[in-house]
């Protein structure tokens, strides 16, 4: 419930959250667009201000030009006016001289008329030739442009021809050069070449009569000392002990402890899953809390109860058969007996899965025809079910291929050997199919859950139910793929190592042979051991390195110890100023409380009797017994009981003082042993960081020799093929050497008889003439 509540609450922080973000985002942007429309703004203000200040500048100019221009109009105003009264007296004697200019004008106005004329048509012929001219001008620029542009043309195919010729010579002349120095190496490898061939003609013919020389001589040996050969037969050939490949036994237990813990994840997730699937059917449609539930879920509920009779054997199985898996084994499907147990077991738990899986879906369908089921929760049931047939047919897909694969160790003629890995191939697609189904199966059941929780009716022990079965259901899927993708990557190996049994024959022949051969081995291993002689104590190698890391820390560590003893010395010296300083301020508080004991005592003595003052002085003598003793942590936890009249304020004082030098001893000495162990842990860290870089060189050296010794075994090993070729190869040639001498022996045979045939006939023939 909490979870629940605690999963609503951050639902609703994480919306309002994203609605935050999208509201600063958005005001974000409006602050951006502001901040430009300001800026264009204060631009614009700048341009106005500018345009303000030309225009009052010029308004100024005009202002002035008009003033000047008001001057000189009142000028000419007083100028023509001073001009009328004349203009009126010198207009009588002009009209007499106006009839004499008359005629004189008339004939100026016929030259101007003709000069005129003569003008225009000059302006005409001035102006068509230069319209002429311009055209031609306009023609001959434009033939100019155009023979320009075809002359840039043509200089460019030029230039572009020159340079790719000057390209295609430098290209042949550089391919000349890299010819002739090829023709040089080719040459002088050639000449190598040859070399090497008179040297592995010589080579082979040494080989050709040491392999003569060698195959004459075990021939002999095989025809003298071998009375039986035990690998002709392939029956007598599986009772041999192979060679022990320590390497592959500790890679198989590896992978068998791999697959263990894998099948132990699947077998918890299934009991969880059949489970809570249980559960579900006592709550959902009906609480049996309330009601009772439908005789068809009571019989389902009640075969889900037996889940663990059925998955557990598993586990149990998976376990005998990694146990079975040891150093001294030879593990190959012919001797892993305990794969059967396992099958067998994944048989009983597909029977379990034959036997819910029509229980399973009439449930379904019984969810789906109550009230509750809407539309969408009815889909998903269909899927689901769908999902549970396909899971059941998988299994029926695994039980099937690990019965075949379980068949050689119990039944040899059940499987042919060329047939193995087709069927670890597909045990590897069946797995890949599984975890396919089971992602399916998650993706719908928590689709189912969202929509179920969401119901009205949906209780918390409901939720909580399907949370349950979700989880199971998920670390089905992962412990799915976690199996499938392991198989995947080792089936490789699984079909490579098929090939693991007795030397020069096809395997095992039958699980008897395979028995006797390991009865054999042990025999073998007993009879090695008696023989092995006791070394001389030494010392093993693995103490040898943890010793030499202990004297490399133990030097780090007494560097680390020298200065821990520094700086405890310095602390040693630093407690020492400390504890003068306070026991000078111890004695005088003494002395002060001295004086103030006095001071009191005479007061006393002043007012009260000689009683008084003697209780003042046992006082006196009390405190100054309690200031000696506070030198020493034991008196200052000791708390000061008072007998004198002094008030109940000091005797609050004392008790204060006692309490705070107390709660500092205890502070100092919590100090002193954090700093002890802060030195202390800081030694640890040095050492062991040093101890981490001894590491880091060893494995890098380590590495380095790992890389050298793996290209010293592929060279090996290239050497190997390479003799192997070579040594074929020259067998090959002596037994084709052979035949021919046998076919030629066989025709001098045959001409031997012809001869001895014809001689024979020549003799009848003599005798009977």
Known sequence: MASAELQGKYQKLAQEYSKLRAQNQVLKKGVVDEQANSAALKEQLKMKDQSLRKLQQEMDSL?????????????????????????????????????????????FDEDLQKKIEENERLHIQFFEA????????????????????????????????????????????NDKAKLEVKSQTLEKEAKEC???????????????????????????IINEKVPFNDTKYSQYNALNVP?????HQLKMRDIAGQALAFVQDLVTALLNFHTYTEQRIQIFPVDSAIDTISPLNQKFSQYLHENASYVRPLEEGMLHLFESITEDTVTVLETTVKLKTFSEHLTSYLCFLRKILPYQLKSLEEECESSLCTSAL????????????KMTAVFEKLQTYIALLALPSTEPDGLLRTNYSSVLTNVGAALHGFHDIMKDISKHYSQKATIEHELPTATQKLITTNDCILSSVVALTNGAGKIASFFSNNLDY??????????????????????????????????????????????????ALANRRILLSS?????????????????????????EHWMLEAQLAKIKLEKENQRIADKLKNTSSGQLVELARENAAVSNAAGQDEATAKAVSEPIQSTSLVPDVESREDLIKNHYMARIVELTSQLQLADSKSVHFYAECRALSKRLALAEKSKEALTEEMKLASQSISRLQDELTTTKRSYEDQLSMMSDHLCSMNETLSKQREEIDTLKMSNKGNSKKNKSR
Do not use: W
């Open 63 to 107: 202002t002035f030009r008009n003033l000047q221009l008001a001057k000189r109009v009142e000028l000419l105003q007083d100028e023509l006016a001073l001009s009328e009264p004349r203009g009126k007296k010198n207009k009588k004697s002009g009209e007499s001289s106006s009839q004499l200019s008359q005629e004189q004008k008339t004939v």
């Open 130 to 173: 230069d319209e002429q001219h311009k055209h031609v001008e306009a023609e001959l620029r434009s033939r100019l442009a155009t023979l320009e542009t075809e002359a840039a043309q043509h200089q460019a195919v030029v230039d572009g021809l020159t340079r790719k010729y000057m390209e295609t010579i430098e290209k042949l002349q």
């Open 194 to 220: 040859r070399l090497r061939t008179e040297e592995c003609q010589l080579q082979l013919k040494n080989l050709h009569e040491d392999l003569s020389g060698r195959l004459e001589e075990s021939l002999s």
């Open 243 to 247: 060679l022990h490949n320590r390497r």
């Open 378 to 389: 009815r889909a998903r049931n269909l899927e689901l079910s769908q999902d549970m047939k």
């Open 494 to 543: 699984f079909i490579a190592s098929l090939s693991y049994g007795p030397k020069a024959a096809s395997g095992f022949i039958s699980p008897l042979s395979a028995e006797c051969m390991l009865q054999y081995k042990k025999k073998a291993a007993a009879y090695m051991k008696s023989l092995r002689k006791p070394l001389l104590e030494s010392v093993p190698y693995e103490e």
């Open 555 to 579: 030097t780090e560590s007494r560097e680390g110890l020298a200065q821990q003893v520094q700086q405890s010395l310095e602390k040693i010296s630093k407690l020492e100023q400390e504890k």
